[in-house]
């Protein structure tokens, strides 16, 4: 496959020469940061760290304590409403770019800013997933996000723009004006959630939605193979998925011209290693994982040195690829497609650990399957139950889908789950992050 280069020097380097950059930079961060930002430099002296002398990346991982949301949320409470660490950026009288999270932990929305010079370099970093996604300037993409407080949407508003393309804000629409809209000017690319784009092939009567469709910029949520395939098919265009968060204040790794791969070889979400570090590591030891094995995600942006956002424990996890493992040659670290995720996400059912991917990847590989819902509740000795809801397609009989359902789910996921048939109309479809999990469990 061609690739499509957005800066051919540095997409071509070697790892060694992507690391130094990356060190290079993290010095200038350390060093600004230990200067203007009392946040940080109190959360690193309570570890004994004062961020001085770093001279590798792993010295860096070891020495730099993580901070996590507790610590932004107590920060926020004691200097509202937006705590220390946006102290020396809000004394710039620059304007900022404000961003919080959407509140759904019930933990309080952590806020978080870039100054109009970082937001540059965002934009930048976006024209990386626009370009690796076959997009050209010129080309028309329709976001489908509403434009709020929170990160997604703006973000990918503003990036879209950076790399050159034209935006069509559609977000705010219902879903019947979106599909009109599609209609009447056909643009190249979709960027939204995954659900979403799901959500409107289900609504629209035309296959494919909209013919001349190029890209699916799908992401702001977990997604398993057989979903991606399916979002594949009832668009006819590829999925690009894409990984980011309120904290990083952007998205900052993207799938390659690979897109999401085969199921044998699951594409890479492309860290843009030159602007930002991601580390995955073990969460009980801290221990940065191999090449495809799962751990912690923390994120520290390179380029934000007047809102440092430094070694942050995000919750999520994923399977690290290590760089030049993609088939794109790439020296870019990565993340594996579908192996994204909330750690909170993980279900412990009958003893084993289940990951909500894992569980959607076998059942919308099963054609006739139009949508599920997975309820858990114990019998009469306190056991888990776990009952799986499955919703075919109109027009399809389920009566057969019970016993192969079952057949794959115990064999991929290694527990027994009652299948039942539930009428077409039954199950709704979600249009934002996809929740097909009940947990009705006693404790
Ligand atoms: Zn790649």
Known sequence: MEPRYLDPELERASPETIRALQLQRLETLLEKTRSVNAFYRDHWKAAGADGCGIGSLEEFAARIPTVEKRHFMEDQQAHPPYGRRLEHALSLGEPLIICSTSGTSGQGQELHAQTAAEFEVTQRVYAYGLRWAGLARGDTVFLTMPITMTSGGRCEYHGALGAGLTVSAVGNYDVRRKLDLLRRFRPAALFGTTSYFAHLAAVSEERPPSPGIRALLAG???AGFSWFRRLEAAWDAPVFDRYGSTQSGNDHAFACEYGIGTRERP?????????????VIEPETGRHVRHGEEGEIVFTSLYRTDTPAIRIRLR???????????????????LEMCSIGRLDDMKKVKGVNIWPQAVDDVIFAVDEVDEYQVVLTSDATEADVATVKLMPK???????????????????????????????GTLRHSEYKARRWIDERRR
Do not use: K, Q
Request: aromatic share 6%.
């Open 220 to 222: 702001g949520e977990h």
């Open 267 to 279: 594409g890479t979400v492309h860290n843009i290693d030159p602007y930002h570090l991601v580390e």
């Open 316 to 334: 999520d996890r994923a399977i690290w690829h290590e760089p030049g493992s993609c088939r794109c040659g790439r020296p870019f670290t990565g």
């Open 394 to 424: 109109s027009g399809v009989r389920g009566d057969a889908l019970p016993p192969r359902v079952s057949a794959s789910l115990r064999e991929r996921i290694g527990i027994r789950f009652r299948v039942e048939v539930v009428a077409p």
